[in-house]
Each structure stands twice: as C-alpha cells, then as structure tokens.
C-alpha cells in the first residue's frame, strides 16, 4: 500500500471530552476515535477499503495522477 498523509486533530467538547478526527486529504475520507491510537487503526482501514474500492472500479486501477497527488 502508498503512504498517505493522514491528520489527527483533538476536538473538545463542550463537556470536556475529547475525541480525535483523523482525516486524510488525498483521499477525501476522514474518521474519529476516541484515542489518537484507536483514531490511527480507523483510519487506516479506510484507506485500505477506499483504495480496494478505487481499485475495482477504476479500469486500469488507481490513475497515475491521485498516486502522484501524495
């Protein structure tokens, strides 16, 4: 698999809680969790099933430009 770039903010809520919203740009989805670690393991299996589903229905897989588009 690529490497993506993935971004891991906190987001606080009014009561306190903190959740983490992981997002990766070059693909377009993003995820939350309530840990930096549980937020990692989400999002990296979004990607894998963003790439799969990319890969399927693409003819000829992934277009060279998203790949360079990292």
């Given amino acids: 698999m690529l490497d993506y770039r993935i971004i891991i903010e906190p987001e606080k809520y009014e009561d306190g809680s903190v959740v983490y919203v992981a997002y ?21 299996d979004g990607i894998k099933l963003a790439v799969e589903s990319l890969e399927s ?14």
Avoid: F, M, Q, W
């Fill in 57 to 70: 229905h693409l003819p000829g897989g992934i277009p060279l430009l998203l790949l360079a588009s990292n």
């Fill in 24 to 44: 990766c740009p070059t693909l377009g989805i993003s995820d939350y969790g309530d840990s930096v670690e549980e937020v990692l393991k989400s999002i990296k």
